[in-house]
């Protein structure tokens, strides 16, 4: 399949950590890569290296018929001028991800791998985390890649390699991504967010929905829109999952236990008190992970240890610190309305922090539900009136403040940017506190993305908790 390649230009658009891991495997392949980026200090990194390199707006009107193939970031739109020329001139554009499928097929580094896909709106971080928990506690080499931060091409190159990928993809990864037919995939849930990219939910479930492809499909039947998808689903198998009694075929709660009728008759995977994080909506990425695992036939004892020992990662619902009967909790990783109603019906009484970019998503929905859980919402970042205009029409007894820095819609591109940040988010937190009273939950649960404010969403929580640690007893209500 990638013989074609051999001795051929192929070209990078985009040089960040997908485009980086693509360099050596086209090498060995025998590709020449030809890199391409918006940024000038990318280019400069990349021909540094002793890459061949090519501004993206030089590349619009130039002759593409050199390159046998482009391989995009998942960032890049489909609608961008690169790719539309490329696409116009009749060259291939895959993903990182398409072409990570084929170097494994071709058994350029090995032997071909089982891959385990999980994507959704929210929880796919977590679930990946913990289906690789559970393949370590069944002995089985494996690693976590993917959008999780390692790229697949680079878990490929590992020597030794392992025999079961655990791959996190994003609907960006999925879209370019059509060849992909993994041994068991999941759809978590399906909610609004990254409709700017898309154009629409229903080609955003259209992405999401290439994880149902391969042997097994899983999709979450707790989600309206993921539990549809069953009907669209091409595995030869499909089950699903519920935080509730399961039906034959599907996977589920009875009486604080997980039980697996899908794989089986019927066997006990854990307790939903071992799960990490608790709620809801751990148990249903727990039972995700249980259903790709037992997909490939990892026996129920595994399943029962690898979930006790994953522990959830920073910024998902993670604890900061208890003050004056006041728990402060970060979870910035909810970065759309979906994440952000999981985090909040989880706690009774919350001083929601929220704000960022929604990225077209809608919250009227969010605070309907959220609403009655509410004591008060402190408002950050660039959407943060629309938040605002929400809260004021759907639960208008709730009081809001909006802390500003007077041109938060600029602070991305101001060098300074760190200080403005935190100094906003101090001053939210203080906020906050003084809203709270003991058995009260101060919540980071943005609803939106970091990247208005903030480097990215690690950034964020981390100001968050920098924040919390700086509080004093004296700052806790002191609102009116």
Not at 124 to 134: A, D, R, Y
Not at 379 to 386: F, N, T
């Amino acid at each position: 399949m990638l013989e074609f390649l051999r001795g051929r230009d192929v070209l990078v658009a985009g040089w960040g950590v997908s485009g980086r891991s693509l360099v050596e495997p086209l090498r060995d392949i025998g590709a020449h890569p030809v890199v391409t980026d918006g940024g000038a200090a990318a280019l400069a990194e990349a021909a540094g290296l002793g890459l061949e390199v090519a501004t993206s707006v030089e590349l619009e009107s130039a002759d593409l018929s050199r390159f046998a193939l482009v391989i995009t970031s998942p960032g890049w739109r489909p609608d961008s001028p690169v790719l539309v020329s490329a696409v116009t001139e009749g060259i291939p554009v895959w993903g990182d991800v398409e072409f990570a499928w084929w170097v494994d097929q071709a058994r350029i580094y090995g032997p071909v791998r089982k891959w385990l896909v999980i994507t959704g709106t929210n929880g796919k971080t977590t679930t990946t985390q913990m289906t690789h928990s559970i393949l370590r506690a069944a002995g089985i080499p494996s690693v976590a890649c993917g959008n999780i931060g390692l790229p697949i091409l680079d878990a490929l190159r590992r020597n030794p390699g392992p025999q079961v990928l655990a791959v996190e993809l994003s609907s960006f990864q999925l879209h370019w991504a059509p060849s992909v037919r993994p041994e068991a995939g999941v759809v978590l849930n399906v909610a609004e967010d990254h409709l700017d990219w898309h154009g629409g939910l229903d080609a955003y479930a259209a992405a999401k929905s290439r994880a149902l492809v391969g042997r097994v499909g899983v999709v979450g039947l707790d989600d309206p829109v993921a539990a549809s998808l069953a009907r669209r689903s091409k595995a030869k198998r499909t089950v699903g999952f519920r935080v509730g009694v399961p039906a034959d075929g599907e996977l589920g709660v009875v009486d604080g236990k997980l039980l697996d009728r899908a794989f089986t008759k019927a066997a006990i995977l854990a307790e939903v008190g071992d799960i990490s994080p608790p709620g809801p909506a751990g148990v249903a990425d727990a039972l995700a992970a249980s259903a790709l695992t037992r997909a490939i036939d990892v026996a129920p004892q595994f399943v029962k240890e690898g979930l006790q020992e994953h522990k959830v990662g920073p910024h998902r619902s993670a604890f900061v610190r208890e003050l004056g009967g006041v728990e402060f909790i970060d979870d910035s990783k909810a970065t759309n309305p979906h994440a952000a109603r999981s985090s909040i019906l989880a706690h009774q009484n919350v001083i929601w922090i929220a704000g960022g970019l929604l990225k077209g998503a809608g919250v009227e929905d969010l605070i309907e539900e959220v609403a009655e859980h509410l004591v008060a919402a402190v408002l950050i970042g660039a959407d943060a009136p629309v938040i605002a205009d929400a809260l004021a029409r759907h639960a208008p007894e709730v009081p809001v403040v909006e802390v500003r820095t007077g041109d938060d819609a600029g602070m991305a591109d101001d060098p300074h940017r760190s200080n403005q940040a935190d100094a906003v988010m101090k001053r939210a937190v203080r906020t906050a506190a003084g809203f709270a009273r003991s058995g009260d939950t101060v919540l980071l649960a943005p609803a939106a993305a970091s990247l208005d404010m903030f480097a990215d969403y690690t950034h964020r929580g981390r100001s968050f908790a920098g924040a919390v640690h700086a509080l004093e007893d004296g700052d806790l209500g002191r609102q009116p």
